[in-house]
């Protein structure tokens, strides 16, 4: 497999970024309404979200190759794509030349997650893998060390605008815990019910980034929303 070239884009500031972070999810966005937006939301958060699903792993289609890559001749944000697809490996290589810096992977789609995560990185780029909402922390617990960021569902992967179920939160604090007590890297990510009010609880829970999609994008001005957000949580 050829090493693909870092993306020209990206910043290598950008990882780890600074902590914690709300990264803003395209998914409740208007994807047409995304190149006038981007300059302003840059000003406020240092990575974008994007939900890549392809109606076999998740029930529900979203986008993929070419939309990447277009939004990434438009910004430096570094590109935090998440796979809920099936046989996510398959095309690891084709979101790193469409402009991904993170590539994360459902382990419920993963045969072998160990493999996966190093081909992410042979590829150059960060890897992360994602706990569907039926998959408890530990199944996370041996691929940690190698992982650069763990993504917890607050909600069923496949749609925004749902509530986050408490043993999500939960499931964060086991992995927080893993990860302090044995001094890890990764990254502590959540995404799906993350909003004002949840944010909080997942603070203290341990997050490091929180992934919003409705909570910034149904708003009049996302920019401005992710700049209130950010100042209401003290961020
Ligand atoms: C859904 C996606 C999320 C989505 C979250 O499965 O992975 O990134 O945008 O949406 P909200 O923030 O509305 O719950
Ligand atoms: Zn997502």
Avoid at 141 to 150: K, M, Q
Wanted: net charge negative; glycine share 6%; hydrophobic share 45%.
């Amino acid at each position: 497999m050829p090493q693909i070239a870092p993306s020209i884009f990206s910043s290598p500031k950008s990882f780890p970024p600074a902590l914690p972070q709300i990264v803003p999810s395209i998914l409740s966005s208007d994807i047409c309404d995304l190149a006038r937006l981007l300059p302003s939301l840059e000003q406020e958060a240092e990575w974008l979200h994007l939900d890549v699903m392809d109606g076999c792993f998740v029930p529900n289609i979203t986008f993929g190759f070419p939309i990447i890559k277009s939004l990434r001749g438009k910004t430096k944000m570094f590109f935090d794509t998440h796979l809920m697809i099936a046989k996510p490996e398959q095309y690891f290589e084709r979101f790193a030349e469409a402009g991904s810096d993170a590539i994360t992977f459902h382990m419920e789609a993963s045969e072998k997650p160990l493999e996966a995560i190093k081909q992410i990185h042979f590829l150059g780029r960060k890897a992360g893998i994602a706990l569907n909402d039926e998959s408890p922390a530990k199944v996370a617990f041996p691929f940690l060390e190698e992982a650069d960021l763990v993504l917890v569902m607050g909600a069923p992967a496949g749609f925004g605008g749902q509530t986050l179920q408490a043993e999500n939160v939960e499931k964060i604090r086991a992995l927080r815990k893993k990860i302090d007590s044995e001094k890890l890297q990764a990254l502590v990510s959540v995404d799906c019910g993350v909003n004002q009010e949840t944010a909080k609880t997942l603070l203290e829970a341990g997050v490091d980034i929180l992934v919003m999609g409705s909570a910034v994008f149904k708003a009049e001005n996302p920019a401005e929303e992710l700049k209130r957000l950010k100042e209401g949580l003290r961020l």
